[in-house]
């Protein structure tokens, strides 16, 4: 296996002497998920040990042309196995990265080669699918751009990757992934939060205008975020872009959901542009922008929509499939029993099994899917929130649609926040065949019961 090492780390570095796209076959970048180490506190305390990509918290961001080839070789260097989930594409169902679904678990010093295209421009990302509440956690996450052919012009185009850390006070990540508490309220939160900016960025200058490509990694928590200093609009959500470009102040990201926002420098020289985490007790500040001077003496021109990417929305819902989503349990759910694994169990029986969420009864993978739809065919789901805590459902492999009281469609996106008690509907029509999760993105809440699938035939 050293050997073997050896030989692909000599091919890793012989390729960054090549020009960075189109490079001949036969040399498959490697993306090696192993231990490291990071300063994210600061430099009074000492680096925290996480697992990242390249050893790297967030791991490298990939980022790439519209319709370009992605081909990069996990290589799992950790002691547990694990898998790679590109988060928010539409992709072959093969490449999904779902252990036990579309593929068997990476194991130890194993490897697995991921190949596929992508056909929307905007901000995805990738993560570990296996053990995930430890691994994303950890730091097993990256950020996936995909390059508009014709990008709106912009002075910065910065990702800001927002995390939420449970550290100690040597800042060393807690390890008990298994709190019953957290599985039963609101999942592991964190007590560091950072935002990553990729390429950094210290200052700026007033009338600049700034793309910011945000991404929430926190396994568990929602971040509503402030921009100060900057105005401007949100042109994408969860990749896609939105048909009318929404002014901007406040931005709620549930667990992995994105936004894209355009904005222009407002503050004047001397001050500061700022992005800071809106708590219930205080505002934190995660990243502070110089402002050194003026760009330009006029604003900028109007923040235009960012051209369609070639998908479909949804075209009328008339005659659709419904299947219902009932979510149930956790604190104050009153739970009395659900089904895990074929068997039927009390509340007692779950939490011991570590489950304590059940989507219609049943906690964690239903052995049949949730609703089975052909190519084309369109599956409305009213998700019922009947429990005391907000929920993030995410599916893989499509996007869907919001269908408000009034009959309207809300944006694309692939992950809907729902609210404690809240009842949404979402819809969507069949473009992508496979079986795909469609899980709580409240990671510690999949862990803990709430996932299940859905299953599109050609
Ligand atoms: Cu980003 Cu199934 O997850
Ligand atoms: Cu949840």
Redesign the pocket.
Known sequence: MNLTRRSLMAGASALTLMPKFGFASGNVEVLEARSGKAQLVSAEYPDTEIWGYDGKAPGPEIRVPQAARIQRKLLNSLNEPTTI?W??IRIDNAMDG?PGVTQEAVQPNGEFSYDFTVPDAGTY?Y?S?FN?TEQISRGLYGALIVEEPNAPEVDHDITVIVDDWRLDQNAQIDPDFKQVRDWTHGGRLGNFLKATLTPALNEVKQNQRLRLRFICVATDRVMRLALVGMAGKIVALDGMPVDTPTPVEMLTLGP?QRADVIVDITGATGEKAMIGFVGREQTIVLASLDITGQASLAPRPEIMPLPANPIQQLGTIEGAQITALNMEGGAMGGLQSGIYKGKRMTTEELVQNGQIWTFNGVAGMPESPLAEISLGETLRIPIINDTSFAHAM?L?GMHFQEIFADGSFGPLRD?ILIERQETREIAFTASNPGDW?F?C?MISH?AAGMMTWVRVTA
């Open positions: 989930h988060h928010g779902v990302w993560h699918h995930t992995a995410h893989h992950t999760v899980h993105h999949q």
